[in-house]
């Protein structure tokens, strides 16, 4: 009887410890945790209403940058795309699907050569993957809304969030604002 008490002890503060001590808490295990699977509509972008079409279709619509980017994952040559050195106020949105996904006001001169913001628009238009290609260990950001490839975020970003979501043009159109 005694030992079963101490053996329920030991289980309950060990889970306890566990609670206290996520083993991840960098600003990037943050965002990933934020973006659990959730089906609620955020900012009136229902992500359950998936934009699902054959690579026939994509093919069809997207340039073959596009294609290669956003379904096969490719990554464009950096300083080579259109918006990594573009200033303009507006919004920048999935050349796939239109989610809006990054505001120009979140973007920042990374002098990686391609786009980066510290925050999307909503973490929910945002899935993130694990990727481990390339022998690297990055994190892969793609479009929860159509899951085309987006690109990385890396955890060298400036404040508030220090994330550095570093995106491909090729992915995105970009949508000046009206003044
Ligand atoms: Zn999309």
Avoid: Q
Wanted: glycine letters at 8%.
């Amino acid at each position: 009887m005694k030992i079963t008490i101490v053996f329920l002890l030991i289980i309950g503060l060990a889970s306890l410890w566990i609670k206290l001590n996520p083993d991840d808490s960098t600003a990037l295990a943050k965002v990933k945790n934020l973006s659990e699977p959730d089906s609620t509509n955020h900012n009136g972008v229902n992500m359950d209403n998936k934009v699902v079409k054959t690579d026939e279709e994509w093919k069809k619509e997207l340039t073959p940058e596009e294609y290669r980017i956003l379904r096969e994952k490719g990554t464009e040559r950096a300083f080579t795309g259109k918006y990594w050195d573009h200033h303009e106020i507006g919004t920048y949105i999935c050349a796939a699907c239109g989610t809006e996904l990054f505001e120009s006001n979140t973007k920042f001169d990374s002098g990686c050569g391609w786009p980066s913001y510290f925050e999307p628009i909503d973490s929910s238009r945002i899935i993130y993957n694990d990727d481990s290609s390339f022998g690297m260990k990055r994190t892969e950001v793609i479009c929860a809304k159509c899951d085309g490839h987006l690109g990385h975020v890396f955890d060298d970003g400036p404040p508030p969030t220090g994330l550095r979501y570093c995106i491909n043009s090729g992915s995105m159109k970009f949508v000046k604002k009206e003044k």
